[in-house]
């Protein structure tokens, strides 16, 4: 008994001590120690309603979450252990606190797990994507909850072209724009699309590269025999045929030279021989078949048999022919020479002349013989020349003398000639310059090109135009200058511009008007439009044509024949008749030239009505060359 009692005092003792220890103690009014308690030792209250120590709680994995934690003893009044703070999970609310204690806050609230709950501004909280903080999307749904759908949604780049499109500042292809209607976003709008590449030194088709364009055919529409197709390439923004042959004129050699398909076709010329003329014709690059007359053995009946100039030659005469003779005449009576006069001989039947015999005198004869017999041999002095126009224009006898039966060169002769523009009557008619100023007023207008490719020959062409037209000073010739197209940067989309004021002017303000001339026009040049505005009814480039006058219009160009008017060469050439040089009348149609590149004939030879001699070369660009051209152009005006 002993040993039990001491063993329950040590623990009230112990117990005492604690409780001292915990700073919590209860007395009874007479200061007896009564009961103890665990001072702020971790408790919980159970669904029963006791208090309880952290280690006798179950559940306590819940009281590190949310709003709910453990409490800690207190001593009532009674000296009881009463937990006190002790926050047990509650209906989850709206207040930013995991209520419930499950590690998830407001959830009942935040029903799309954005964050945001519908009570501190998530206007739809079963869409996860709307909540204050949410970008306004195309959807139809007020996505940052400021009252307003899809509101200040900026349009969208979009492309519906190609995908390999290239967008840069050499093309003018453009991305579209896309606005939002309705929540959806709306049809793609505003785009510039790729365009078929064009020779313009742009990208028109937005790949990238520019001009890249695929090699195409160009040249003879056939072919045939020397023709052969070119290929058009592309320079600087134009388009240009190289390498193309075109066809040309048949001749006898053996090839198909005008690309017909057949070979030295329908091709004749005259042929000779010693006894006239006829035709043959090519056959394999070889003329032959020649149907002229051919000689014949000679025969002696008077008729040069084999052509050769000479009657019955091997042949001294025909029986009973006669002829004159001075040469070893015989006294008919004497038989002994005679050594003046003349004789007579006979053909005998062995076809051979007979003997000469005295037979009369004559008049004196250029001969080295007395034939008047007067004792004088020769000595004459006749006139010579072309007697009828003698006199007239430039015109003169000659004198020729004889001496030894030879007559001397026709001295101080002036014969006919054909009329030059000298101011002479060279072809003694007794008229001057006598048709060869058929065109005595002439209206010419030079159109020329003025593009950049046109920079070798600008300056050629005005030293080879001023030379020519020098020599028209104090006429009544008027001369007008068209340049084509339009100059950078006053008007590039001009097809023309007339460059002289008035529109018809003198020599002078010609000549000042070319020589402001330089290669600072627009690209592709419509040669072909300015024709036609210079020819058709109505003078809209306003030359002012003059009713008296004979209209000349000279094209120049390096480029091929071009259009901005869609023009076919038909229609020009309908415009464009034109008259053979030197019987234009007044008032009739355009004596139209073009100097341009060789290989472009063919682009004028319909509008020319095929008389290709009005088609010149334009290289190589020479003044003097220039000048020769359009004397040769205007070789009927004489001045």
């Known amino acids: 008994m002993g040993n039990k009692f001491s063993h329950r005092k040590f623990l009230l003792i112990t117990f ?34 006791n208090h309880v120590s952290l280690e006798n709680f179950k559940g306590s994995a819940t009281y590190s979450i949310g709003a709910c934690q453990f409490g800690k003893f207190q001593c009532d009044e009674d000296g009881k252990e009463v937990c006190v703070g002790f926050v047990r999970p ?21 029903l799309d797990f954005d964050g945001f709950t519908s009570c501190n501004g998530d206007c739809n909280d079963r869409h996860g994507g709307v909540n204050p903080n949410a970008p306004e999307i195309c959807d139809n749904f007020d996505n940052d909850c400021n009252g307003k759908v899809d509101d200040d949604i900026k349009p969208i780049s979009c492309w519906t072209g190609p995908e390999n499109t290239v967008f840069d500042e050499a093309n003018s292809c453009k991305r579209g724009e896309q606005y939002c209607v ?130 019955d030659e091997g042949c001294s005469c025909i029986l009973g022919a006669a002829r004159l003779c001075n040469s070893n005449i015989l006294d008919p009576q004497t038989n002994q020479p005679i050594n003046c006069g003349v004789g007579i001989e006979l053909c005998d039947e062995f076809g051979s002349w007979g003997p000469c015999y005295y037979y009369n ?152 008007a070319l020589f402001s001339l330089a290669c600072d026009g627009a ?28 209209p000349y219009i000279i094209i120049v160009t390096d480029e091929p024949a071009q259009t901005w008017l869609n023009l076919s060469e038909t229609q020009i050439q309908s415009q464009n008749l034109n008259c053979q040089v030197g019987d234009c009348q007044p008032g009739d149609a355009f004596e139209t030239y073009i100097i341009t590149g060789s290989g472009y004939y063919y682009m004028w030879d319909d509008i020319v009505n095929g008389e290709m001699d009005r088609l010149v070369n334009i290289h190589p660009p020479d003044p003097t060359r220039y000048t020769q051209i359009l004397r040769n152009i205007f070789q009927n005006i004489c001045i």
């Open 90 to 110: 509650t209906t989850e609310t709206c207040d930013g606190i995991d209520n419930n204690c499950d590690g998830f806050v407001d959830e009942p609230f935040d």
């Open 361 to 512: 005198t004559q008049p004196e004869q250029c001969n080295n013989w007395d034939d008047d017999c007067d004792g004088v041999v020769d000595g004459m002095v006749d006139t010579c020349g072309s007697t009828p126009f003698a006199g007239v224009g430039e015109c003169r006898v000659g004198t020729s003398t004889c001496s030894a039966g030879v007559w001397s060169d026709c001295v101080g002769a002036v014969a006919p000639q054909a009329e030059v523009c000298d101011q002479l009557d060279n072809d003694c008619d007794g008229q001057v310059d006598e048709d060869l100023n058929p065109h005595n007023k002439v209206d010419m207008v030079f159109a020329i090109d003025i593009s950049g490719s046109m920079c070798p020959y600008i300056t050629a062409l005005a030293q080879g135009i001023s030379q020519y037209v020098n020599q028209f000073q104090n006429t009544e010739h008027r001369f007008a200058l068209v340049s084509f197209p339009g100059q950078y940067p006053t008007n590039p989309s001009l097809a023309y511009e007339l460059r002289t004021s008035p529109p018809l002017v003198d020599v002078s303000a010609l000549r000042a």
């Open 182 to 311: 309705s929540g959806k976003w709306g049809p793609c709008n505003n785009q510039v699309f790729p365009n078929r590449e064009t020779c313009n030194d742009n990208d028109d088709d937005c790949d990238g590269l520019i001009d890249n364009i695929p090699a195409t055919n160009c040249g003879p529409e056939r072919r045939f025999g020397i023709c052969e197709y070119g290929k058009v390439i592309c320079v600087d923004g134009e388009s240009k045929c190289i390498d193309a042959i075109y066809p040309e004129a048949e001749v006898c050699d053996g090839i198909d030279n005008d690309c017909d398909g057949s070979v030295d076709d329908g091709l004749i010329r005259r042929c000779s021989t010693d006894c006239g003329n006829g035709v043959e014709e090519c056959n394999s690059g070889a003329w032959e078949n020649c149907d002229a007359p051919q000689p014949e053995p000679e025969l002696c009946d008077g008729i040069d048999n084999n052509c050769d100039g000479r009657v």
């Open 16 to 49: 005492a001590v604690a409780a001292l220890l915990q700073g919590c103690s209860a007395c009874d009014d007479a200061g007896g120690l009564s009961s103890y308690c665990r001072l702020n030792y971790p408790c919980g209250i159970t669904t029963g309603g």
């Open 523 to 550: 690209p592709n040049e419509p040669s072909w439009d300015v024709l036609s505005a210079l020819t058709i009814l109505g003078d809209p480039v306003g030359i002012n044509w003059r009713s008296d006058a004979y």
